[in-house]
């Protein structure tokens, strides 16, 4: 069980275009999930937290405006990057928690999405 | 800034030994501490999870805790190839429900 899915798992786009990128939660409901990112030999980044059905809270640094966070439904959180630029290329990953039996702090994570800007 | 430090490594065992992995976090009030696996190019895995004082072991890992030293190790027995990867050690950040702070992650290597 906790199984959570990502779509697509690689997108390359031109510079200026938007791309969206699902999270899913396949066996259980998540009222919160995570997005992060990952450049190339560095640790997670925190991007921001997502809501289900209400606004996500966004970490220090990270324009919300940039990264648009949508929590839809107890097991779908969308991240959508828009007007991408090379900067952006990285490996967005999602996570999520069941809610037991697990520590109510446990996090999931999906396969990733890398993203390359040309 | 609260914080979990781990060495970056790498950890360089032959086959068969025990890898120690080590890790010492700064938020007192933690209740929950993970061990992650990242393959290159992967995302994280969860290996295990542990939230009282002592060990807990799962097959060839055990994970030990000491909250009043704020210090979490994973010991991974007859280490084998494909544990080759970087381990993440993650806290539960006491003041902000939900949110984990991951370690930047030593990357162990297993030698035939």
């Known amino acids: 069980g906790a199984v959570v899915s990502q779509h697509p798992s690689w997108v390359i786009c031109k510079s200026g275009t938007s791309v969206k990128i699902e999270c899913r939660s396949l066996d259980f409901q998540a009222t919160t999930m995570f997005w992060y990112r990952q450049f190339p030999k560095q640790s997670l980044m925190l991007m921001a937290t997502?809501?289900?059905?209400?606004?996500?809270?966004?970490e220090q640094g990270v324009e919300k405006d940039k990264f648009l966070i949508n929590h839809a439904s107890l097991t779908l959180s969308t991240l959508t990057v828009t007007s991408a630029h090379p900067e952006d290329s990285s490996f967005y990953i999602c996570s999520a928690g069941p809610r037991a039996p697990v520590p109510p702090d446990t996090q999931y994570f999906g396969p990733g999405t890398r993203l390359t800007v040309l | 800034q609260k914080e979990v430090e781990q060495n970056s490594g790498p950890l360089s065992v032959p086959e068969g030994a025990i890898a120690s992995l080590n890790c010492t976090y700064s938020?007192?009030?933690?209740?929950?501490f993970f061990w992650y696996r990242q393959y290159s190019g992967k995302s994280p895995e969860l290996i295990m999870f542990?939230?009282?004082?002592g060990d807990k072991e799962d097959g060839r890992f055990t994970a030990q805790l000491n909250k009043a030293s704020q210090y979490v190790s994973l010991l991974i027995r007859d280490s084998q190839p494909s544990d080759s990867a970087t381990y993440l050690c993650a806290v539960n950040n006491s003041s902000n429900t939900g949110k984990l702070i991951f370690g930047q992650g030593t990357t162990l290597q297993v030698k035939p």
């Open positions: 938020d007192r009030g933690s209740q929950s």
């Open positions: 542990i939230y009282s004082n």
């Open positions: 997502s809501n289900e059905g209400s606004k996500a809270t966004y």
